[in-house]
């Protein structure tokens, strides 16, 4: 693959490869995109301190996320539509994630289903969980993934309806593809992406589609959403779902600390600041922005995790200086997977592991245990 120095590198490859609808649907953010920018932007305003002389031998990143190790503290986020990057592209991430000692978080809007991504790993592997108004699909699903031993669920709680995505709507995005002449082009110059996608038979969202009731086109996912997610889900749906499922929980889309003392009750395992990668509510902050004011109100009572912007190592630094205790990198490795498959979210993986021990190390830290706000010489997000 050459040389890949940075996650640009692998962007640069992904854009070259990917038919275009795929490319722009990871590549976009809601309305002007500019809490999907500000995502980026505001890891750059944190500056760090540099730190001389200081025993720089046996370094680990190795921490822990609600309790389950982790060879560093960043999961794979669930991403969408993540089998159109690349064949099976659920399956090869989940195994690259397998080997790195890191999660993998399945998508309820996967192509690859929660029983094809059981089939090629060996080590639980996280849900993410959207609740449609039909509650016996929801609870089918939240059963299929404690059958497959998933060992933490993530609720997504900011999208019960779904941003504008002005790129997706240009492009007439859907899994399938349609076979307009557009269509057509885009898929023809990408014929490396045809080959292995002709080689399988996963080409739409097999999470749902043949379990969902009277679901047989999914052709249009914004009319899909429209129709099937439920705008009424609430605090207490929260609580079923958390009963039903028994096991670790991951509240993900928390902004506003107040809505993160409302999640204290749930007795959530753990909550992701997230504002779902500038995709929702353009014109919110960055979720770096908001870290600290989150981890203030509620981070000595539950896990503060984040994901929005992390582009490097150095970022998921600053987002542990700053209190999570874990991060998720989502375009990062669909750039990897659209580049390379499995190898190139292996590649993802190792740029974001080595950039984050270089940093550390030049900050004077050895153990990324005891990473904290010290690292940090200037904030403009401090509260
Ligand atoms: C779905 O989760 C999306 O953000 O497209």
């Not at 992701?272 to 919110?284: E, F, M, P, T, Y």
């Amino acid at each position: 693959m050459g040389a890949n120095l940075e996650i640009a590198d692998l962007k640069k490859l992904a854009r070259r490869r990917v038919p275009k609808m795929f490319f722009d649907y990871a590549d976009s953010g809601a309305w002007t995109e500019g809490t999907y920018r500000a995502n980026e932007t505001d890891f750059s305003r944190i500056k760090l301190r540099q730190r001389i002389l200081v025993d720089m031998t046996n370094r680990s990143l190795a921490s822990e996320m609600i309790g389950q190790p982790v060879s560093m503290p960043v999961a794979l986020s669930p991403t969408g539509l993540t089998g159109m990057q690349h064949a099976d592209g659920e399956m090869l991430a989940a195994q690259a994630a397998e080997e790195a000692g890191v999660p993998f978080t399945l998508s309820t809007m996967s192509i690859c289903s929660i029983e094809d991504v059981a089939s090629v790993t060996t080590k639980p592997f996280w849900f993410q969980l959207y609740v449609m108004k039909d509650r016996d699909f929801v609870i089918n699903l939240i059963d299929r993934a404690k059958a497959a031993k998933c060992s933490a669920l993530v609720l997504t709680l900011d999208l019960q309806i779904l941003g504008q995505r002005h790129k997706d709507i240009r492009n007439g995005l859907s899994a399938p593809p349609k076979f307009t002449p557009k269509h057509i082009w885009q898929m023809a110059t990408r014929p490396g992406w045809c080959l292995k996608m002709l080689g399988t038979q996963r080409r739409t969202f097999r999470n749902i589609v043949g379990h969902a009731k009277s679901v047989t086109d999914l052709s249009s996912l914004s009319a899909w959403t429209a129709e099937q997610f439920d705008p009424k889900l609430s605090w207490n749906d929260v609580a079923w779902i958390k009963e039903r499922w028994g096991g670790p929980l991951i509240l993900k889309g928390i902004l506003d600390p107040e809505d993160a003392r409302m999640a204290l009750s749930t007795g959530a395992d753990a909550i992701i600041v997230s504002n779902h990668g500038g995709r929702q509510l353009d014109g919110a902050h960055s979720s770096i922005a908001m870290l600290p004011r989150i981890v203030d109100a509620v981070g000595d009572k539950i896990e503060v995790h984040m994901d929005g912007g992390i582009r490097s190592g150095q970022d998921v630094l600053k987002a542990v200086a700053l209190g999570a205790k874990g991060t998720y990198i989502g375009r990062p490795f669909l750039y990897g997977l659209g580049a390379g498959g499995k190898q190139g979210v292996t590649t993802a993986l190792e740029i974001i592991r080595k950039e984050m021990d270089i940093t550390m190390a030049l900050c004077g830290k050895r153990d990324i245990k005891t990473i904290d706000g010290s690292i940090i010489a200037e904030n403009p997000f401090a509260v």
